[in-house]
């Protein structure tokens, strides 16, 4: 307690070798809406205990939902890999700046679907230490359909896409340069699982 | 003349007197106020005692099937009038969660015995418990050593007769009363409560698989500086808890393959995972690729951040360093990289801990801003509330992908407090990317982007001072209005009653004794110019914990308290995403500090 008198709380001599807030389980907040989360990290399996820091979030095995790599300190990663059953469909965008930063690092892109306008922006470096993937990833809820997207590039371009030129790329990565109407598949090998199988089957389709 | 000096020397007299009788009156006051202070702590210190008793009563009350031996930790005359029968009604699902809320229902006195049943009716819908937690969350009303009224943060971990994992979080209302008969001791029982809120959340705890990393090749532990291992013997630190604070992890695509890498920040050998993707086996696997892509010896670093910095179609690397030199890597496009540091000014040396890209002046080629701690080598945090004491942090303008320049000056970013996150975003849609940084032992630092090269701090007026150990921030538009919000991740003690306005007193009566008075004196006074006459419950908000800021859009925020995401522990990173892919952010919140032994926590 001399410590802390002294103002030197953080000293090493304080922690010793006890644990100090140690064991906490990470939390994953679900957003309910209205401005309310709920902490589902026990029955989601994403309760670690590890002594946690850096996170990157990024869909890892391409199956369009976003995994979590967390760094623990003075210990093994934690690989959570999202298996979530109830989930909607998706569309992630890697944004390619010609007159912007090649990254398009600071675009904001502005997506309609199902009735309703997300907002995400290119980063790259937040929370702790951490980076997630560059290319944006919009849930889609059930929705299917894209009605538009507006991207606000750095450059200060506003470029205008129709639904109908992002549809062919839900639950894939679309590929968008900066100013053109050209979008291309990012990732080629994406969805290989199950894209594999249903190729198979337009296959034994055919023959 | 003489007359003056004798005049002079009767007014010195006065004036010492005065100066002694207020002394006097000073450390008399203070005296009292130490002794108060110290009953406010053993009240507080027995009261944890309580809620660890109460909270073995429980496990064993489960164990036994019997509920009637915790009824000793309710007065004889307990009685909660108009209190109700506690019951859990379904909500609407989370993804693949279910979700309840714990109510209140009817209007009838309760009486220990009715305690009592109820208790055992919960138990019983409970086929395992694997913890539990009952702490102080607040203590509201405290008349020291006879009553406490607190609220309780209760905690279950538990698993029903489906095997379904849940988890129960309540918030109670509990009078306490001290019934120890001799006067000298404590005997606290419960003699009236009532439900604040409380939810039940559960699942089957497979909505996220826990990979085996090294199955997927990923065979990685994290390891901490030695330079800062002050067990060793010629390590001397003044800040001595440093070394437990590291471990950056970024994801790339540095192959461009569209598959995302990672890269792990290491105290002594930092690592580049190359993604496999899922094709070769149907299972995720990655190769270890940091020999290969020349990027071997990296040991003291905390952070690697990714951006193309020449516009050459390849992710280059920022290697964030504690106390060694930062280093730059150019991607050559081939799956290697080549060191670069040197000739693009980005070699400095300082406490650095996090980093973030962002072309702040528009010109198409991104620019770096560094958070810097302060240096664990030569200084603790002054004062552990508001420390003012660390390095500057630094904003380097990419000159063309060529060089990087420094522009902390003229631009006005560079922020002393103990850096240990920052962020970039377009907070208020100008066009401009926006700066803001979390400090250890402060508070946050919002720097608005003017658009001619200067920024302006705007965290006070924009109402995100934040202040506590601030550890981590992030953007993210979670209520879709098209303004960029902001989650921080700040340090919630367990024990937050602990930084109530009693103890931040005591603090300051500890500190008047040391020779460290004079010279925060100046530190107070900043601290009461940003919060005015509320500053003494820096305490209270230090322990707070995260919080969410809701973007006003007009360039304020205003924190969403009731928001039920600030309980996050000691706060780490923080990320915000689609879980579940239905339009909605969520929020990711790493924690832990110290995990040594089990059960030696502090």
């Given at each position: 307690m001399d410590q802390y008198k002294r103002g030197l709380f953080f000293s090493d001599e304080f922690v010793g070798e006890n644990s100090w807030n140690g064991y906490e389980r990470k939390c994953l907040f679900a957003n309910a809406g209205g401005g309310q989360f709920l902490d589902v990290a026990r029955p989601a399996g994403a309760d670690s205990i590890k002594d946690g820091r850096g996170v990157a979030i990024a869909d890892y095995n391409g199956d369009g939902k976003l995994d979590l790599v967390i760094n623990n300190n003075n210990s093994t990663p934690t690989v959570y890999l999202n298996n979530l059953r109830r989930a909607g469909k998706c569309i992630e965008m890697k944004l390619v700046g010609t007159r912007s930063n090649r990254d398009a690092i600071g675009a904001r892109v502005r997506l309609s679907a199902g009735g309703k306008t997300m907002t995400r922006q290119v980063e790259a470096g937040s929370g702790y230490a951490s980076e997630a993937m560059l290319p944006i990833h919009f849930g889609l809820g059930g929705s299917a359909k894209i009605d538009s997207a507006e991207i606000i590039w750095p450059s200060g371009l506003t470029q205008r896409i129709e639904g109908s030129r992002l549809d062919p790329f839900v639950d894939r990565m679309a590929r968008i340069e900066e100013g053109s109407q050209q979008i291309t598949e990012a990732r080629a090998a994406r969805m290989a699982g199950r894209v594999a199988a249903s190729m198979r089957q337009a296959h034994r389709g055919r023959t | 003349m003489k007359r003056k000096l004798k005049r002079l020397a009767q007014v010195l007299a006065a004036l010492s007197l005065i100066l002694a009788v207020a002394v006097a009156t000073a450390l008399y006051v203070m005296a009292r106020k130490d002794k108060q202070h110290a009953r406010f702590f053993s009240t507080g210190k027995?009261?944890?005692?309580?809620?660890?008793?109460?909270?073995?009563?429980?496990?064993?009350?489960?164990?036994?099937?019997?509920?009637?031996?915790?009824?000793?930790?309710?007065?004889?005359?307990?009685?909660?009038?108009?209190?109700?029968?506690?019951?859990?009604?379904?909500?609407?699902?989370?993804?693949?969660?279910?979700?309840?809320?714990?109510?209140?229902?009817?209007?009838?006195?309760?009486?220990?015995?009715?305690?009592?049943?109820?208790?055992?009716?919960?138990?019983?819908?409970?086929?395992?418990?694997?913890?539990?937690?009952?702490?102080?969350?607040?203590?509201?009303?405290?008349?020291?050593?006879?009553?406490?009224?607190?609220?309780?943060?209760?905690?279950?971990?538990?698993?029903?007769?489906?095997?379904?994992?849940?988890?129960?979080?309540?918030?109670y209302r509990w009078n306490l009363v001290n019934e120890d008969a001799s006067g000298a001791g404590y005997d606290w029982r419960i003699v009236s409560d009532e439900l604040v809120e409380g939810v039940r959340v559960?699942?089957?705890?497979?909505?996220?698989?826990?990979?085996?990393?090294?199955?997927?090749?990923?065979?990685?532990?994290?390891?901490?500086?030695?330079?800062?291992?002050?067990?060793?013997?010629?390590?001397?630190?003044?800040?001595?808890?440093?070394?437990?604070?590291?471990?950056?992890?970024?994801?790339?695509?540095?192959?461009?393959?569209?598959?995302?890498?990672?890269?792990?920040?290491?105290?002594?050998?930092?690592?580049?995972?190359?993604?496999n993707g899922t094709a070769e086996s149907g299972k995720l696997g990655f190769t270890d690729v940091t020999a290969e892509a020349g990027l071997e010896g990296l040991d003291q670093a905390n952070a690697g951040v990714f951006a193309d910095v020449d516009n050459d179609g390849y992710e280059d690397l920022f290697v964030v360093r504690y106390l060694a030199p930062c280093k730059f890597y150019h991607n050559n496009g081939d799956g290697t990289f080549t060191d670069r540091s040197a000739e693009m000014g980005l070699d400095l040396v300082a406490p650095c801990m996090s980093a973030c890209f962002l072309d702040y002046d528009r010109d198409g080629f991104v620019d770096i801003y560094i958070g810097v701690y302060g240096n664990a080598l030569t200084d603790v945090p002054r004062l552990p509330f508001f420390a003012q004491n660390g390095g500057a942090n630094r904003l380097l303008r990419n000159n063309g992908g060529r060089r990087f320049a420094d522009v902390t000056d003229v631009s006005g970013t560079g922020d002393t407090g103990w850096s240990l996150a920052v962020a970039a975003a377009d907070y208020d849609n100008d066009g401009f990317p926006d700066l803001m940084v979390a400090n250890d032992f402060g508070r946050k630092n919002l720097y608005h982007n003017n658009g001619d090269g200067t920024f302006t701090e705007q965290a006070k007026r924009a109402g995100v001072l934040d202040f506590s150990g601030g550890m981590g921030l992030t953007f993210g538009d979670f209520d879709d209005d098209g303004y960029l919000d902001v989650y921080t991740s700040n340090i919630n003690s367990n024990q937050r009653w602990f930084g109530e306005d009693m103890t931040v007193s005591q603090y300051m009566r500890n500190v008047m004794r040391t020779r460290y008075a004079l010279t925060d004196a100046g530190e107070y006074l900043k601290v009461y110019r940003l919060l005015g006459p509320s500053w003494t419950e820096v305490g209270t908000m230090i322990g707070e914990g995260n919080s969410l800021f809701h973007n006003n859009g007009d360039g304020t925020f205003i924190e969403l308290k009731d928001s039920h995401t600030n309980r996050a522990g000691w706060g780490w990173s923080v990320a915000f995403f689609d879980m579940d892919n239905d339009t909605k952010l969520d929020i990711y919140a790493a924690n832990g500090w110290i995990s040594n032994a089990p059960g030696t926590d502090l």
């Open positions: - | 027995s009261v944890n005692n309580f809620l660890s008793d109460y909270n073995h009563g429980l496990k064993d009350a489960f164990d036994k099937k019997d509920a009637s031996e915790l009824t000793r930790y309710y007065s004889d005359g307990y009685f909660s009038s108009g209190r109700g029968h506690w019951v859990m009604n379904r909500d609407k699902d989370e993804g693949d969660i279910a979700c309840y809320r714990v109510l209140a229902e009817g209007r009838d006195d309760y009486r220990k015995a009715d305690v009592r049943d109820e208790i055992s009716r919960y138990l019983q819908g409970l086929t395992a418990i694997d913890d539990i937690k009952f702490k102080i969350d607040m203590i509201e009303k405290v008349d020291l050593d006879r009553s406490v009224l607190l609220t309780v943060k209760f905690i279950l971990d538990g698993r029903d007769g489906q095997g379904a994992l849940f988890q129960d979080r309540c918030f559960a699942g089957d705890g497979h909505s996220f698989t826990d990979l085996d990393p090294a199955s997927a090749g990923i065979d990685y532990k994290h390891r901490r500086d030695p330079k800062l291992n002050v067990k060793s013997s010629d390590v001397h630190l003044k800040f001595g808890v440093i070394e437990h604070g590291f471990g950056g992890v970024s994801a790339t695509d540095y192959n461009n393959d569209g598959r995302p890498d990672i890269f792990f920040a290491d105290g002594v050998r930092s690592r580049l995972y190359r993604n």
